[in-house]
């Protein structure tokens, strides 16, 4: 399927299917992101490639709880995402967290990216082992693309994927200047592509919260 981005879009929508009751819905923000961090990160994306501000940004950093503070944009975004967490999931949710892996996405919207979990892929690589975050976040700083899918399926879900298996429970966050989505860190997910095409990329910064730290 095709989705054409626009501002009027859903915020999200649900499939209800039969399986997938342990996971509740992603969480959305009611208050999107101050307008002036929109700006602040658009302008880091698009900046001359000679400063290499988007490739530092567009490749995964870790932050500890220490050193985060409230002054910077990162902070800035971090502290909006976990105000949503703690206020949908409860503070119990993430106290567990030793840190934030954080990075951003520019895609092409006709492009879709394939259905995965988030995961420690060095862990995998060593053991076979598919470790996830306790949450993921997505901040969205514009309105193009298409939208998140997200499938309440886990890696230690046993359902098979051929074509004839029940459907999940799903659902479609749209992206909307400064909304920020919040779900579970096991959740399956991918995006789907947009018919809007054009000159603009869907733009996102992408927070995952640990209980322990990624393998290098």
Not at 192 to 206: F, H, I, K, M
């Amino acid at each position: 399927a095709i989705f054409g981005g626009a501002p009027d879009a859903p915020r999200a929508s649900l499939y209800d299917g039969p399986l997938g009751d342990s996971f509740g819905a992603p969480s959305l923000d009611v208050e999107p992101l101050d307008a002036e961090l929109v700006a602040s990160w658009r302008a880091e994306l698009s900046a001359p490639p000679h400063l290499g501000r988007a490739h530092w940004w567009a490749s995964p950093h870790w932050i500890p709880p220490e050193r985060l503070g409230d002054r910077s944009l990162l902070d800035r975004t971090i502290a909006h995402a976990l105000r949503l967490a703690r206020a949908s999931m409860g503070a119990e949710f993430l106290s567990e967290a030793v840190g934030v892996e954080f990075w951003t996405q520019r895609r092409n919207p006709s492009d879709p990216l394939h259905l995965h979990w988030d995961c420690d892929e060095q862990l995998g690589r060593l053991t076979g082992l598919l470790e996830t975050p306790l949450l993921s976040c997505i901040v969205y700083l514009g309105d193009v693309g298409g939208p998140t899918l997200l499938i309440a399926r886990s890696p230690a879900d046993d359902v098979s994927p051929d074509a004839g298996s029940p459907p999940q429970r799903c659902w479609l966050a749209w992206p909307h200047v400064g909304q920020v989505a919040a779900f579970p860190g096991a959740m399956l997910h991918g995006v789907l592509p947009s018919s809007g095409g054009g000159v603009r990329s869907r733009e996102t910064v992408l927070l995952n919260f640990w209980a322990r730290h990624p393998m290098k």
